[in-house]
């Protein structure tokens, strides 16, 4: 092993770590938000409960989020110098942008929206709510701008070696960004729905009979079965758009190696790079052709083009990307196949009396969402090798000199603490849905609607 | 951008003190969360609660200034950002890690089952530790000029030691404020047993900076230099004396002045921040490489200002704005 692959290890479990927490904040902000407005409109006392329940999911994921994702902001300079020194003057800008435009605005209404609930009148608190949520997309938003140039770099032009940017408009919508972005946030809404619906299948399974399990449940198979249709089309859109910019990346998801026509569609294979063809293929004739092209007889780039005349390997290592592909769109079909008959059953039964099976089924999901965007994000960042920046910075111009044993000894360290951290989050997020069957009060406070101050709860000592 | 000159000049000024400022917030503010959690261990169970209830609406806004300094350091400053971190690469390592146990268990020590709310609890402190000893550490090799010698590593651990015992200072200063009763008596003795951290990490720094490199021993020693620089040390000591003779008679009556020792370990925070960055200017990294030398292209730097002219006053609004909600004693934290 040598330092190359180690950072690259050692990046891609920080990021795989981090992007787990704002999958879930991004949506659930929005969900919180949704519930705070509903309960507005309604007075339903279902709609707080379940705000109160989700919010403390909510500031766990955002604390997790947050010291995670600062690991990020120093991992540039650490393991990967050479990426700034290269393309700083467009990867800048648009980390500040992040952290001015959206890090702060989280942050700081993150301490009104979970604490300041009785020191501020309603509205502020829905407003705080607001920003957060507003303050999660919008670090999405510039977060993807940064990653699709990464993918689809324009807007540029190269002086003595250092990329300078041209054309922010162009850098900014560069063309894998709109269906980069579109796709995120619809897995992060995936994630969501299936989550609030897991847990609250959870909670009933345990014997939960409240409004608001029932209230939520609903809301999360609803909002499945309406988000992943969409998200279907816009995976679909992506492809295409990676099939014009990044052919090698399409040809090892689909794992041909000869660019031809009428290809099929793989289900299952062993990609051998060094044989240079799959093992054990599995293929439906003429699909894959069908899929990108939309033509039986449509071409398809193959890997054996971007193998230069010496030899040298210019496209993604295959079998990484071939089953990162697989994982996502499988889980996808999955995500399907129960929001659909959930909605089903929903329609015949009702949430009240959802047969158990299916309740089973939910909470074996709940944490779905993470296995398909972390195979997605394996797909398309594993996809992009053996370039950091597409056809301008290799991933190995950019990688710092330090020592292979620091760089292990390191990734150990942080494999450990992670494993750790996600057993706790999963075990605390079960613990506090069993509290919360066992039918611990959240609040005795009486909640005021819109625009009623909270007069009995100002805090003594004001 | 040629309206103040020479963009290339006044460009890497700018956001040197625009880094310089986020460096310094942070290190007041995530100083005091930090040393909050330094103390955990020193109070009881019920205070324990009530001292992550002190910085709990604020922790997480504070660490943001942290991403931001090294933000503008990434942005606008990348080779040295590179240059600086490769070398603390250990260090910052210690760090990361100490800022997500803290920030994890501040969340798990309330949400966990009781039975293990003890090991999140030593876990924030275990984080807290790390991550201010850490940050005292590369402040001792950024002085001694990011070379890993037996000496710069001796003098290193000393100001790890110094600034955490100053963090946890800061820390009860804050808490003096922020809490009544037992509680504040309890801080008031934590910050008379933490000043020394703060006035020899203080005093460590400023004796070994002149003489790491002759440049900077010209600039404090030469005439009329050293009167410009002169009030420094002079407000600097009257700040300890005047903390000194406050912390005796703590607590007042009507819980008068107890803002005082948090404004005045502010003061000296800045005080010894201004002297170093003084001493240091125009290096981003000591002795080799410029503010002018490491810069982004101006371009680039011009319409990440463009931004901050317009966010950062928000950001600055909406930061009071939390601490004039969250203002006066600290109560339970609850989420409804």
């Not at chain 2, 003795?189 to 020394?196: D, E, H, L, R």
């Amino acid at each position: 092993m040598d330092t190359l692959l180690l950072s690259r290890i050692q990046f891609g479990a920080n990021i795989s770590f981090h992007i787990l927490f704002p999958t879930i904040t991004i949506a659930l902000g929005w969900m919180l938000l949704f519930f705070k407005l509903r309960f507005a409109r309604t007075g339903e006392r279902k709609w707080m409960d379940a705000y109160m329940f989700w919010v403390k999911v909510f500031a766990l994921s955002f604390a997790m989020g947050v010291v995670s994702g600062i690991t990020m902001s120093f991992q540039f300079g650490t393991n990967w110098p050479g990426f700034m020194e290269k393309v700083g003057n467009v990867a800048g800008p648009l980390l500040a942008y992040e952290i001015m435009t959206a890090f702060f605005l989280e942050a700081v209404f993150l301490g009104i929206m979970l604490f300041g609930a009785s020191r501020v009148k309603s509205w502020v608190h829905t407003l705080a709510t607001f920003l957060v949520a507003f303050g999660t997309t919008m670090s999405t938003f510039w977060i993807i701008v940064l990653n699709s140039w990464m993918h689809t770099p324009q807007g540029y032009e190269m002086i003595d070696g250092v990329v300078h940017a041209s054309n922010w408009f162009e850098i900014i919508f560069n063309p894998s960004m709109p269906y980069r972005f579109v796709h995120m946030m619809l897995a992060s809404g995936l994630t969501v729905a299936f989550l609030i619906a897991g847990i609250s299948a959870l909670r009933m399974l345990w014997g939960d009979r409240g409004e608001d399990v029932k209230a939520v449940l609903r809301v999360g198979i609803i909002t499945g079965a309406a988000l992943i249709p969409l998200q279907i089309l816009a995976g679909d859109l992506h492809g295409l758009n990676t099939l014009e910019n990044q052919p090698a990346k399409v040809a090892a998801m689909e794992g041909n190696w000869e660019t031809q026509g009428n290809v099929p569609l793989v289900l299952f294979a062993l990609p051998d790079e060094d044989a240079r063809e799959n093992r054990f293929e599995v293929a439906i004739p003429n699909v894959a052709s069908l899929i990108l092209t939309h033509s039986l007889d449509g071409e398809v780039p193959g890997l054996n083009d971007f193998v230069g005349p010496d030899g040298e390997i210019m496209h993604p290592p295959v079998a990484p990307v071939f089953w990162g592909f697989r994982i996502m769109v499988g889980t996808g079909m999955a995500m399907l196949a129960l929001s659909w008959g959930g909605l089903l059953l929903l329609r015949k039964y009702g949430a009240s009396d959802m047969p158990r099976l299916p309740l089973y089924v939910f909470s074996a999901m709940s944490f779905s969402g993470w296995i398909a965007t972390l195979a997605g994000w394996y797909t398309t960042e594993i996809g992009r090798q053996p370039w950091l920046v597409q056809g301008v910075l290799s991933t190995k111009e950019a990688v710092s000199d330090v020592p292979v044993g620091m760089v292990l000894s390191t990734l150990i360290g942080y494999l450990i603490v992670y494993g750790l951290l996600i057993l706790a989050y999963i075990g605390v997020i079960t613990y506090l849905a069993r509290r919360a069957t066992r039918g611990e009060v959240y609040s005795n406070r009486t909640y005021p609607r819109r625009g009623e101050a909270p007069v009995a709860s100002l805090q003594p000592g004001e | 951008m040629e309206t103040f000159g020479d963009p290339a000049i006044w460009l890497p000024w700018a956001f040197a003190a625009l880094m310089g400022l986020s460096i310094l917030i942070y290190v007041v503010l995530d100083g005091f969360d930090l040393g909050v959690g330094l103390l955990v261990p020193l109070a009881d169970d019920t205070q324990k609660d009530r001292l992550v209830a002190s910085i709990g609406p604020f922790w997480d806004a504070n660490e943001t200034w942290l991403v931001l300094a090294v933000g503008l350091l990434l942005v606008a400053f990348p080779t040295a950002h590179g240059e600086i971190l490769t070398s603390l690469y250990l260090p910052v390592f210690v760090m990361l890690i100490g800022l997500i146990l803290r920030g994890v268990s501040f969340e798990m020590r309330a949400k966990a089952p009781l039975t293990q709310k003890k090991l999140w609890n030593g876990a924030f402190f275990a984080g807290s530790l790390m991550a201010s000893l850490s940050q005292g550490f590369m402040l001792g090799m950024y002085v001694m000029g990011l070379t890993w010698t037996l000496p710069h590593v001796a003098f290193a651990l000393l100001t790890a030691v110094f600034l955490t015992v100053g963090y946890s200072f800061i820390g009860a200063a804050w808490l003096i404020w922020k809490t009544e009763g037992a509680l504040q008596t309890r801080a008031i003795s934590w910050a008379k047993g933490g000043i020394w951290g703060l006035v020899m990490g203080i005093a460590a720094i400023s004796l070994a900076t002149p003489f790491v490199s002759t440049r900077i021993f010209d600039k404090w020693f030469s005439w009329p230099e050293a009167l410009y620089l002169s009030p420094l040390p002079i407000i600097s000591g009257a700040l300890v004396v005047f903390l000194w003779w406050q912390l005796s008679r703590m607590p007042l009556k009507n819980d008068g002045w107890s803002w005082t020792p948090f404004a005045a370990a502010t003061g000296l925070f800045t005080l010894a921040y201004g002297g170093m960055a003084y001493s240091f200017y125009p290096y981003v990294v000591p002795e080799k490489i410029t503010i002018y030398e490491a810069a982004s292209a101006p371009e680039s730097l011009f319409i990440i200002l463009l931004g901050t002219l317009f966010v950062l006053p928000a950001i600055l609004s909406y930061t009071v704005l939390s601490y004039y909600i969250f203002r006066g004693k600290a109560a339970e934290l609850k989420y409804d």
